[in-house]
């Protein structure tokens, strides 16, 4: 999820879900909990083998190859910029009437984050990867920074979302990937989807590029993350780049 300002417009998010929303538990077990404060004893870190197996690493700390999101000029647009890090997104004309909030998405590439400034500076919610599952080893790992990410969100009042790296190449997987996540959400306040991102490396390897898979065979990945979220009660969604959405799966499957 490359950009980092998010327009919250949540109907341009949930349009790409393959599922029906539902009402969102606050939890897993249905218990409302208060997040304390993470103090970490030094910065957290990643290993070369941890970037080296991060769909994410090349898209986050190069430029991304032209081709890689696919055309994503908007038509009829305008710019709107906010006080929060001097950021400013596109949107399109047609949500001018719209209640529009800001939010971002975040990882351990956007480093320690004063959270109640941004709430301050007009952030109003965040999707935080929880984490991702490697692109040459398979292995699912945690965001270094998951833990203070979403304390420091919730404790700011912000609302919060959650996604996963993924590199799926199977529903099994796939189903893998949501329990991963709920079971490390499940004690946090989590009031907007759970997400899947799913998307090749920008560089055009790893598991999930190099699996070859067919349009039928990544959609019905997509829906046995998002059922299996659903079955526990959260809302889901299917995050991807537009050259994804338009050529590696079906967005209405």
Not at 83 to 104: A, C, E, L, M, P
Not at 133 to 161: H, T
Not at 178 to 193: C, F, G, Q
């Amino acid at each position: 999820m490359k950009k980092r300002i998010v327009m919250g417009v949540l109907s341009l998010l949930l349009s790409v879900s393959f599922l029906p929303n539902q009402v969102m538990a606050e939890n897993i077990d249905g218990a409302k909990e208060t997040a304390t404060n993470v103090v970490l004893d030094e910065e957290p870190t990643m290993t070369e083998e941890e970037k080296a197996n991060d769909p994410a690493f090349e898209r986050e700390t190069k430029d991304a190859p032209e081709d890689f999101f696919g055309d994503e000029e908007l038509v009829g647009s305008r710019q709107t910029t906010i006080k929060y890090n001097n950021g400013n997104y596109v949107h399109n004309t047609k949500f001018d009437q719209d209640n529009i909030v800001n939010g971002v998405d975040v990882s351990f590439y956007q480093g320690n984050i004063n959270w109640a400034a941004a709430k301050e500076d007009g952030i109003d919610f965040a999707f935080i990867r929880v984490g991702y599952r490697g692109s040459k080893d398979g292995v699912l790992y945690e965001d270094a920074y998951f833990k203070n990410n979403i304390v420091g969100a919730i404790n700011a009042n912000m609302q919060v979302g959650v996604y996963i790296t993924s590199q799926a190449v199977s529903e099994a997987e796939a189903a893998e990937e949501a329990r991963y996540v709920m079971e490390r959400i499940k004690n946090y306040k989590v009031t907007l989807p759970v997400v899947i991102d799913y998307e090749y490396d920008a560089n055009k390897t790893g598991r999930l590029y190099t699996a070859k898979l067919s349009k039928d065979k990544t959609t019905q990945i997509c829906n046995a993350f998002s059922n299996t979220v659903q079955a526990s009660g959260y809302q889901t969604a299917v995050y991807a780049n537009k050259n994804m959405l338009e050529n590696a799966m079906v967005p209405s499957g």
